[in-house]
């Protein structure tokens, strides 16, 4: 049990488009989502914080208005990265929480590049 | 801002041969849980420790976990060239359940045959 999905598990796009991440909660209700990002050869950071139903929660430096989280549902997040740039290249991961213990289960990450 | 410090930064070691990885933090934890990471791969979960425990063991992993100084250790025991991969801390905030994991910059692990 206990397993979160990403999709896709890769993308290329252009410099200017948008990119819509999905992460599931395939067996559980997850109150909670977390995004973060890591770039090669460096650790996970922090993006945002999701909780069903509300607005998220950004980390210092994140823009809110550029990476937008929708958690519509308690089995469903999206990260949707907008205007990508060759910057915004990276493995962006999610996890879940069901905010009943500290256990967080992670997707298996996407890896997007923006030429 | 990032937690955890991992050092050393990278390790290369011959198989068979046991590695240590130590890992500080800054502020209370509940938990300190340790992952892999593959080249370009997703996390897997390796371990967790509560922070009510000291040492914790699971196959060829012993993880201990010393609150007052605020470190943990992760030693992997009869290293494998499978083992090679990047390994990270992660520590939560003590009394928020549901609160953002806070990584450690990580363990780069070569393990050669």
């Known amino acids: 049990g206990a397993v979160v999905s990403q999709h896709p598990s890769w993308v290329i796009c252009k410099s200017g488009t948008s990119v819509k991440i999905e992460c599931r909660s395939l067996d559980f209700q997850a109150t909670t989502m977390f995004w973060y990002r890591q770039f090669p050869k460096q650790s996970l950071m922090l993006m945002a914080t999701?909780?069903?139903?509300?607005?998220?929660?950004?980390e210092q430096g994140v823009e809110k208005d550029k990476f937008l989280i929708n958690h519509a549902s308690l089995t469903l997040s999206t990260l949707t990265v907008t205007s990508a740039h060759p910057e915004d290249s990276s493995f962006y991961i999610c996890?879940?929480?069901?905010?009943?213990?500290?256990?967080?289960?992670f997707g298996p990450g996407t890896r997007l590049t923006v030429t | 801002s990032q937690q955890g410090e991992e050092d050393p930064q990278a390790l290369s070691i011959q198989e068979g041969e046991n590695a240590t990885m130590n890992c500080s933090y800054k502020?209370?934890?509940?938990?300190l849980q340790w992952y892999r990471q593959n080249s370009g791969r997703g996390l897997v979960h390796l371990i967790l420790i509560r922070s009510n425990e000291r040492e914790k063991h699971s196959g060829r992993l012993r993880v201990t976990l010393d609150t007052s100084k605020k470190s943990s250790s992760l030693l992997i025991t009869a290293s494998r060239a499978a083992d090679t991969a990047s390994y990270f801390c992660a520590t939560d905030l003590a009394n928020q359940a549901g609160t953002a994991l806070i990584f450690g910059k990580g363990t780069t692990l070569s393990v050669s045959s």
């Open positions: 999701s909780n069903e139903g509300s607005k998220a929660t950004y």
């Open positions: 502020t209370s934890i509940n938990n």
């Open positions: 996890s879940a929480s069901t905010g009943v213990n500290h256990e967080q289960y």
